[in-house]
């Protein structure tokens, strides 16, 4: 009798089969793929892992066109090219199966985990998942491993599987048929073949970002004027700003510093105040993506990988929440005590402790999944973290310990100055008390301008007074944790998406720039196009109303079949409306394509074929980079159009390879010069292999491997 314990990574199934062992669990592999055995309460179990997704949808027939709804979960490695090692993962847990009478999913919990968890049972295991139970953790420490094993959930939790199964459900029939459309337009309008998508949330963003970018370019900047005053005190200079900020009429600009200046100047009054700053709430997934990316300049999608490897080195707490609430249960004294081991944190850690009573202040957004995320006080080894895992780790650490520390007091001084009847302000502020600066301070900078003691009536000593021309600054351009936060407050895509929603948009050749986002002509062009014939794909309001839909199924209020379906129905409307205007479209898009991509040219019947095969897969991974270990992948020049292979690390790493522009590429899992991936390409019956090092005696002999 044997508990299968489904994990969704390897690293995460060796941490709960080390957790739950009694003794230590045997490591073994299947189709080379690791899985352990270990007893526990008199169990036999085993763990085994998925790594990610295994199943993934894809049409029931290969049809070109749209609209097409009949689609079906398939194994990644049978859609996808480039994931043929899930079929090791796959075969492994069927026959592991058929040893177990009990299973137990335990990916991560969240929609996607529970998609994970859901489909492997249904279609690798042959299991129904209602028969299965579930550990709930949001840390991988064995604390938390131990205790989500004995209280287990008696089945998986199908609100989370109903509303990711509806997600990719809803993401697939729009992304396909709406990127279908418009690839057709551009065929119909000028008999060329180029590849163009939307998607479900894709569309709606890429639309606020061209929003931006017409504020931008609309915008007729406002001369006003400042006027500032220039004085000393006690040796030391410094500037007070008359108490209208802007000055539209410059001849009432000049008419104030002219009357101004007769003064005499005198102190009028003196304000001081004090001011309480309390610490920052804990930390979600938005708000360390946004600080990480103003800390670090981080993308918020870097943010997540690296708050996700964190995570299953049992660090930190789960990233994908949106909660800023910590658990009540957590053992706060426990997980300052163990950080205290740091010499970095010792000695906040120790004043925190002091004060006997642990109370963190917490944000009014909450998730019922996940609490936000915190450190579990496991300590990284000596050479355990990269630079950036550090960064992040530090980040979540100091916010951790500031949620418990004393409210920051600042002083606030305003000094009003009249001369001749016009009153200048002259302001200071100093921090008097620390509290949550001390560990949190090097994220947070406050001003410190310190002002010398006035007194009220005393006489200043003014050396100037002057006007300045300035011009009112168009809206600035969003950054990329801008426009996740954007996404947040419209209710567009959820906190696991948005930064790869954001990364596709890149990826398309919509938008550019790293730190300020500007829509290429080419994303300018696709959003008109769409919003003057079809707005409903691009609308925030309908996208908006499906999440919310989503959140329904979530809670069990609303069906997935039902919510599919009237996603189905306006989805073909809006397909309906596209087709009648299908070609008016192509042409408003197809002279904007020819500009930004440089050549479009007639390709056969075969080429057609062999592209729209292309389109319809995700990037297609070759093998791995020899500079960084990432993934290398088949891309396309945005302007050429043409096939190269890039690593999945740019630009932190810039290995790039040729490849031939035509036949169709297959990964052989082999490597030749340097490291560089040797390939098959099958190209008119034929089939032969290269490396892809230009430099390679091969290649240039034009052998075969």
Same mark, same amino acid.
């Given at each position: 009798m044997v508990t299968l314990i489904i994990a969704e990574k390897p690293t995460v199934a060796r941490k709960i089969a080390y957790a739950?062992?009694?003794?230590?669990?045997?490591?073994?592999?299947?189709?080379?793929? !690791?899985?352990?055995?270990?007893?526990?309460?008199?169990?036999?179990?085993?763990?085994?892992?998925?790594?990610? #997704?295994?199943?993934?949808?894809?049409?029931?027939?290969?049809?070109? %066109?749209?609209?097409?709804?009949?689609?079906?979960?398939?194994?990644?490695?049978?859609?996808? =090219?480039?994931?043929?090692?899930?079929k090791n993962y796959v075969k492994t847990l069927r026959e592991l199966a058929k040893r177990a009478h009990e299973f137990i999913v335990a990916c991560d919990y969240d929609t996607e985990g529970e998609v994970i968890g859901y489909t492997a049972l249904k279609y690798a295991c042959g299991v129904d998942p209602s028969k299965a139970k579930r550990m709930k953790f949001s840390a991988l420490t064995r604390k938390d491993l131990l205790r989500a094993w004995y209280n287990l959930e008696p089945t998986i939790n199908f609100g989370m599987a109903d509303a990711g199964i509806t997600r990719h459900v809803l993401d697939w029939y729009w992304g396909v048929n709406l990127s279908r459309a418009l690839t057709q337009s551009i065929k119909r309008a000028s008999g060329k073949w180029m590849v163009l998508s939307t998607g479900r949330v894709q569309g709606p963003t890429l639309r606020f970002l061209v929003e931006r970018e017409k504020e931008i370019a609309s915008f007729k900047p406002t001369p006003y004027w400042v006027i500032k005053m220039l004085l000393e005190k006690d040796g030391g200079q410094y500037t007070a700003i008359y108490e209208k900020e802007r000055i539209l009429d410059e001849n009432e600009a000049k008419k104030i510093v002219e009357e101004a200046r007769k003064g005499p100047a005198f102190v009028e009054k003196i304000e001081v105040r004090q001011q309480k700053r309390k610490p920052p709430y804990p930390f979600d997934l938005g708000t360390l993506q946004r600080e990480a990316y103003s800390a670090f300049g981080y993308s918020p999608k870097k943010t997540l990988e690296i708050a996700q490897k964190l995570y299953e080195k049992g660090l930190q707490s789960y990233p994908r929440t949106s909660s800023q609430k910590l658990p009540k249960n957590l053992n706060f004294k426990t997980i300052?005590?163990?950080?205290? =081991?740091?010499?970095?944190? =010792?000695? #906040?850690? #120790?004043?925190?402790?002091?004060? %006997?009573?642990?109370?963190?202040?917490?944000?009014?957004?909450?998730?019922?999944?996940?609490?936000?995320?915190? !450190?579990?006080?496991?300590?990284?080894?000596?050479?355990?973290l990269t630079k950036d895992e550090r960064n992040i780790y530090d980040l979540v650490v100091r916010r951790f310990l500031a949620a418990f520390a004393d409210p920051a007091i600042r002083e606030i001084m305003k000094v009003i100055i009249n001369s001749n009847s016009h009153h200048f302000i002259l302001s200071g502020a100093r921090t008097l008390k620390e509290g949550w600066l001390k560990i949190y301070g090097k994220y947070v900078k406050f001003d410190e301008v310190i002002l010398p003691p006035f007194r009220d009536g005393e006489g200043i000593k003014v050396l100037q007074i002057k006007r300045e021309k300035k011009k009112t600054k168009p809206p600035a351009r969003y950054s990329p944790a801008a426009v996740i936060k954007k996404m947040e407050d419209l209710g567009i895509g959820t906190k696991a998406t948005r930064a790869q929603i954001l990364e596709t948009l890149?990826?398309? %050749?919509?938008?550019? %720039? =790293?730190?300020?986002?500007?829509?290429?002509?080419?994303?300018?062009?696709?959003?008109?196009?769409?919003?003057?014939?079809?707005?409903?794909?691009?609308s925030v309001e309908l996208t908006k109303a499906f999440e919310e839909k989503m959140e329904e199924i979530m809670k069990r209020k609303l069906s997935k079949e039902r919510v599919i379906e009237e996603s189905k129905t306006q989805l073909l409307k809006i397909l309906k409306e596209f087709r009648e205007k299908e070609e008016t479209i192509g042409r408003e898009l197809v002279g904007n394509l020819i500009e930004s991509r440089k050549e479009v040219k007639d390709l056969s019947e075969e080429e057609e074929r062999e592209i729209k095969k292309e389109a319809d897969r995700k990037l297609l991974v070759v093998g791995k980079c020899p500079k960084c270990g990432g993934d290398l992948v088949v891309r396309y020049n945005r302007r050429s159009g043409k096939r190269f292979v890039g690593c999945s690390n740019w630009p932190k790493c810039n290995v790039t390879y040729p490849l031939l522009q035509r036949g169709q590429i297959i990964p052989t899992n082999k490597t030749c010069c340097g490291g560089a991936p040797v390939v098959k390409i099958r190209e008119k019956g034929q089939e032969y292999e290269i490396c892809l090092d230009m430099n390679c005696k091969e290649w240039k002999k034009g052998k075969k491997h």
């Open positions: 739950l062992a009694e003794g230590k669990p045997v490591r073994k592999t299947m189709n080379s793929v !690791p899985y352990y055995e270990l007893s526990r309460d008199g169990k036999r179990i085993i763990v085994a892992p998925a790594v990610g #997704h295994l199943f993934t949808l894809a049409p029931k027939t290969k049809v070109y %066109g749209y609209p097409i709804f009949d689609i079906e979960w398939v194994p990644v490695y049978a859609a996808e =090219k480039g994931k043929s090692y899930a300052i005590q163990n950080l205290a =081991k740091l010499p970095e944190y =010792k000695p #906040h850690a #120790h004043d925190l402790l002091g004060k %006997g009573y642990l109370k963190p202040v917490e944000g009014p957004k909450d998730d019922p999944a996940h609490p936000a995320i915190y !450190p579990t006080g496991e300590i990284p080894k000596s050479g355990d890149y990826q398309r %050749g919509y938008i550019e %720039g =790293k730190r300020k986002i500007k829509v290429t002509p080419l994303g300018m062009k696709v959003v008109e196009a769409l919003e003057k014939n079809v707005p409903d794909i691009v």
